[in-house]
């Protein structure tokens, strides 16, 4: 698994923890929604500012958004 693909499922996983669609997140985050369904699906090779912006959006630490789950091991 990539860390693109990891960090995707991980944003994907807490925005829908906290009932949040991607257009929510994505104006937390100050970015565009289209954006977050890219990062989410492992499309884009995202930039340390934007993951901090998505973590910080997600009231998280950016660590969070790349820990492989126990049932991904």
């Known amino acids: 698994m990539t860390i693109t693909i990891l960090f995707g499922i991980n944003v994907r996983r807490l925005r829908l923890s906290q009932g949040l669609s991607q257009d929510a997140l994505a104006d937390k985050a100050g970015l565009h929604r289209t954006y977050i369904g890219a990062v989410e699906r492992g499309e884009r090779n995202i930039t340390l500012i934007n993951a901090e912006k998505i973590a910080n959006a997600l009231g ?14």
């Open 60 to 73: 998280i630490n950016l660590l969070d958004c790349l820990k492989k789950l126990e049932e991904d091991v």
